[in-house]
């Protein structure tokens, strides 16, 4: 059974505006939430994080945010660059040893 | 500063042949990882191993053996492999000081069995 859910296969944004990519968890056992960025033939590369004990982490154009009662996170991605395109996974683990990943949500940002 | 190292980068097989897919990470991590990718599957976990010595089953182990030779050497053995496992694999190495940190992943293992 699918741990880490990510219900959106693709999305489309124009240049400029934002990306909101979503990813749903069923485990409250999770405390550790992850977003990998993936090109094609390529491995995947970290994005950004948060720990459970915290709702929101940014890092430049990039936003994590964690709603641990409605077992929901979200990364903003403001402005949406080219660049960006490219599928990107929500992973969770549980005290660091495992990561349960989603399905993937394929971003396209039209130039 | 090489990372996380897979060999081979592709590989084709027959039905029940056998074949060891090579990991290796240079960043002093105790945690390695074997994943599966598959379209609409998202990333899968194989095996993991938590430690040198130490190896745990994933959430698709059937099929594989793994062997964590040393802190840096994590190999993923398929015995007798099969079509279903066509995918591409990715072993991954986390892990230092900090108990929460990323994962590092290989550039991948595209594996076909005819």
């Known amino acids: 059974d699918q741990q880490v859910k990510q219900n959106s296969p693709s999305l489309s944004v124009q240049e400029g505006r934002i990306s909101i990519l979503n990813c749903d968890y069923t485990?409250?056992?999770?405390?550790?939430f992850l977003w990998y960025k993936k090109y094609p033939a390529e491995g995947p590369t970290f994005l950004i994080s948060?720990?459970?004990?915290?709702d929101k982490n940014e890092d430049g154009r990039f936003t994590v945010f964690l709603n641990k009662s409605a077992k929901h996170l979200s990364l903003h991605i403001v402005p949406s660059q080219p660049g960006d395109s490219a599928v990107y996974f929500c992973a969770a683990s549980h005290t660091g040893n495992q990561f349960y990943f989603g399905t993937g949500t394929s971003l396209t940002v039209i130039p | 500063n090489a990372g996380v190292t897979q060999t081979p980068k592709f590989q084709v097989l027959k039905t029940g042949q056998s074949m060891t897919l090579q990991c290796a990470q240079d960043?002093?991590?105790?945690?390695m990882y074997w994943y599966r990718q598959d379209p609409g599957m998202g990333l899968r976990l194989i095996y993991y191993s938590a430690s040198e010595g130490t190896t745990d089953k994933g959430e698709v182990p059937n099929g594989y053996n793994v062997s964590r030779l040393n802190k840096r050497e994590f190999s993923l053995r398929l015995e007798s492999a099969a079509p279903s496992q066509t995918s591409v694999y990715f072993c991954?190495?986390?892990?230092?000081?900090?108990?929460?940190?990323?994962?590092?992943f290989g550039q991948g293992t595209r594996l076909t069995v005819v």
């Open positions: 485990n409250s056992m999770f405390d550790y």
């Open positions: 948060i720990s459970s004990i915290k």
């Open positions: 960043m002093n991590h105790n945690s």
């Open positions: 991954a190495s986390s892990g230092s000081r900090r108990q929460y940190t990323e994962a590092f």
